[in-house]
């Protein structure tokens, strides 16, 4: 069975809105801060969001602050990842990881388990 299983990711236009979710089949999920990266072709692996176990403390990179929401349902096992206002910048494959640490942020070091992604296109 696969661990962490991202879907909601399309095509949309400039400036739309898209809902990421990530449904872990994790027993104890409560038990792991979240984040999501993605990887756009040519580039590197890089941190979006992160999440802590209760859902009351969230961190984003610069590039997606006041754009992006993270979020989780401890009761769904599932994180999520609100997009607004999106660019074509914001193109790219989008995972879904859990933190082996007590906390989420950036590091990739951070996360021992990943999604396979789901795609987002931002059309210009």
């Known amino acids: 069975q696969v661990p962490l299983v991202e879907s909601g990711g399309g095509l949309v236009q400039t400036g739309g809105s898209l809902q990421l979710s990530c449904a872990a089949s994790?027993?104890?999920?409560?038990?792991?801060?979240m984040g999501w990266f993605r990887q756009a072709p040519g580039k590197e692996r890089e941190f979006v969001a992160s999440?802590?176990?209760?859902?009351?403390?969230?961190t984003y990179a610069d590039s997606v602050k006041g754009r992006f929401t993270i979020s989780r349902d401890n009761a769904k096992n599932t994180v999520y990842l609100e997009m607004n206002s999106l660019k074509p910048e914001d193109t790219a494959i989008y995972y879904c990881?859990?933190?082996?640490?007590?906390?989420?942020?950036?590091?990739?070091?951070?996360?021992?388990?990943w999604g396979q992604g789901t795609q987002v296109t931002v059309s210009s």
């Open positions: 990881a859990r933190s082996r640490l007590q906390y989420g942020g950036g590091p990739k070091t951070g996360y021992d388990m």
């Open positions: 994790l027993r104890t999920f409560s038990s792991y801060p």
């Open positions: 999440i802590n176990k209760s859902g009351g403390s969230t």
